[in-house]
């Protein structure tokens, strides 16, 4: 999973995505984008953290091992326009900027079942701004929350709390709904 540009893979909801899941069993790398680590803000484009994302995908993928490609922001637009190419079978997008940064048709060209968890009040676009989805996509909103998933009746540890049960449900959705 891939951070914000606001913040790094420290986001409350990525820590806490990444310890349900792996309480159940499901490994999570969270990857810092080298123009974090850097401080190099100007190695933020698009085309460098596709490559650096991608550089990473060989780490992580195993062959028969599934992966599921994600992140909150700029890291879930990275994984929106990589997934078809590295060969994820999802993607979860948290607070993906529908408004400002992101777009609908990156959105919408991602190729796998696609989890969007998404803050009612976000300024970077709400659920009701969404456009029409395909079946292959979930969208789920946190009610009242804004994009870093504070705000609302819920705040911030009830909404991460949502915004993580969303995720684990769809997660074992995608991973074991054809077991036997």
């Known amino acids: 999973m891939g951070h914000g540009s606001a913040t790094g893979v420290e986001a409350a909801d990525l820590q806490a995505v990444a310890r349900t899941l792996a309480r159940a069993g499901v490994t999570v790398a ?4 080298p123009y974090r680590v850097e401080r190099n803000r100007s190695a933020a484009d698009q085309a460098s953290l596709d490559i650096a994302w991608a550089s990473t995908w060989s780490r992580v993928s195993r062959e028969g091992v599934p992966v599921i490609a994600g992140g909150r922001s700029a890291g ?3 994984a929106c326009r990589t997934a ?3 060969g994820a079978i999802g993607v979860v997008a948290l ?8 777009s609908r048709s990156e959105l919408l060209r991602t190729a796998a079942p696609t989890l969007i968890v998404q803050g009612g009040a ?3 676009g709400t659920p009701a701004e ?3 989805l395909p079946p292959r996509f979930e969208l789920v909103e946190v009610p009242g929350a804004d994009h870093m998933f504070d705000g609302g009746a819920g705040g911030l540890e009830g909404n991460v ?6 995720v684990r449900s769809w997660v074992d959705r995608l991973l074991f709904e054809d077991s036997p």
Do not use: K
């Open 30 to 33: 969270l990857m810092t984008q």
């Open 76 to 78: 879930a637009q990275v």
């Open 84 to 86: 078809g190419a590295l």
């Open 95 to 102: 607070a993906y900027p529908i408004r400002g940064p992101g």
């Open 122 to 124: 976000d300024p970077f």
């Open 130 to 132: 969404y456009p029409r």
């Open 161 to 166: 709390t949502r915004v993580t049960s969303a």
